[in-house]
């Protein structure tokens, strides 16, 4: 057997994209095409041109936070008794009901990276995070 050929799919070293999800609306944000400065938030405070500190005021793009990351599948197991390595289709179908949401697994290992998302991967990643988000409501 040839070594080209046994490789069909590997993981990347970091994540491509970012899923957002604000009802109704879904983002999808190409980390790997991002300027390398887009995706660092200031570990100081930043100062005006006199020198003063400036509050961060809320709101302000800086002071982003991040309550808690959760992977969906962990309070899917706790409350419902999903298995741990659960698709987002299997816990479409246990947690919320929605029936036969498999997705095209080709998609899924798809190049995420590309500059130009297929369409295909475009309504993956967005069932993806409104699916995720759909659970965390049901969840909490």
Same mark, same amino acid.
Not at 6 to 12: D, G, H, Q, R, T
Not at 22 to 48: E, G, K, M, T, W
Not at 104 to 133: I, K, M, P
């Given at each position: 057997?040839?070594?080209?050929?046994?490789?069909?799919?590997?993981?990347?070293?970091?994540?491509?994209?970012?899923?957002?999800?604000?009802?109704?609306?879904?983002?999808?944000?190409?980390?790997?095409?991002?300027?390398?400065?887009?995706?660092?938030?200031?570990?100081?405070?930043?100062?005006?041109?006199?020198?003063?500190?400036?509050?961060?005021? =809320? !709101?302000?793009?800086d002071a982003l936070?991040? $309550? +808690? /990351?959760? %992977?969906?599948?962990?309070?899917?197991?706790?409350? =419902? !008794?999903?298995?741990?390595?659960?698709?987002? $289709? +299997? /816990?479409? %179908?246990?947690?919320?009901?929605?029936?036969?949401?498999?997705?095209?697994?080709?998609?899924?290992?798809?190049?995420?990276?590309?500059?130009?998302?297929?369409?295909?991967?475009?309504?993956y990643a967005c069932?993806?995070?409104?699916?995720?988000?759909l659970i965390t409501?049901?969840?909490?």
């Amino acid at each position: 057997m040839d070594s080209s050929s046994s490789v069909l799919w590997w993981v990347p070293a970091r994540a491509a994209t970012l899923q957002l999800c604000v009802l109704p609306n879904c983002l999808i944000f190409q980390l790997y095409h991002a300027p390398r400065r887009a995706l660092l938030l200031p570990r100081r405070p930043r100062r005006d041109p006199g020198g003063a500190v400036e509050p961060q005021r =809320r !709101g302000d793009a800086d002071a982003l936070e991040v $309550g +808690e /990351l959760v %992977d969906v599948r962990e309070p899917a197991h706790e409350l =419902r !008794g999903c298995r741990l390595g659960a698709s987002m $289709g +299997e /816990l479409a %179908d246990e947690v919320l009901g929605i029936y036969r949401m498999g997705k095209d697994n080709a998609v899924g290992r798809s190049d995420w990276e590309d500059e130009d998302l297929t369409w295909e991967q475009v309504e993956y990643a967005c069932h993806d995070v409104f699916l995720s988000y759909l659970i965390t409501i049901i969840m909490d």
